[in-house]
């Protein structure tokens, strides 16, 4: 209904992880389903999936995790994140004040719960948008956002959605 493009770019050849297919299918929905809610009719969502050193992200985060690490991006060319509204993202019930009218489900929750899932995995989540202020009278600029997911290629415990008595569980 939306037209909206999606395209795909994968690098060859990408390992395996042993990772929690329930865990990684909610922080993926979510940041898949916020770029199709926030892109305009006729926008494009890209998605991409890398293998790389932390060294060679310029723009990672410093709690990003050292070494090598499948780089997720998932750009969108919808309305932005305001700067005003950048470091309240990732807390409980926040929804930024440009897109409150465009959608009245969201529960400002799903980023919250992206990071705690992401920080489980032991890899890093962080963002980039414009966020040019909006100008009285005037509609906001099509920017985008690109949301990155940072997760460590090393052998790791498989963490677990399944809870015992209530709590995530390795295995």
Not at 64 to 69: F, R
Not at 91 to 112: C, E, I, M, P
Request: proline residues 6%.
């Amino acid at each position: 209904n939306r037209k909206l493009t999606i395209t795909k770019r994968y690098d060859r050849g990408l390992p395996k992880l042993n990772l929690d297919r329930q865990l990684v299918h909610i922080v993926f929905q979510n940041l898949m389903t916020n770029a199709v809610k926030y892109t305009p009719p006729g926008g494009t969502i890209t998605i991409e999936l890398t293998a790389l050193d932390k060294e060679d992200i310029s723009h990672a985060p410093v709690e990003c995790p050292p070494g090598k690490l499948l780089l997720c991006a998932v750009t969108d060319t919808g309305y932005g994140i305001p700067k005003e509204a950048q470091g309240k993202v990732f807390t409980k019930f926040f929804r930024a004040d440009n897109v409150k009218g465009k959608d009245q489900d969201g529960s400002g929750l799903g980023l919250y719960i992206v990071k705690s899932l992401v920080g489980l995995l032991k890899g890093a989540i962080w963002f980039k948008s414009p966020g040019s202020p909006v100008a009285k009278g005037k509609s906001r600029q099509r920017k985008g956002t690109t949301f990155y997911v940072a997760i460590p290629l090393k052998k790791r415990k498989l963490f677990s959605l399944r809870s015992n008595q209530g709590k995530f569980a390795a295995r």
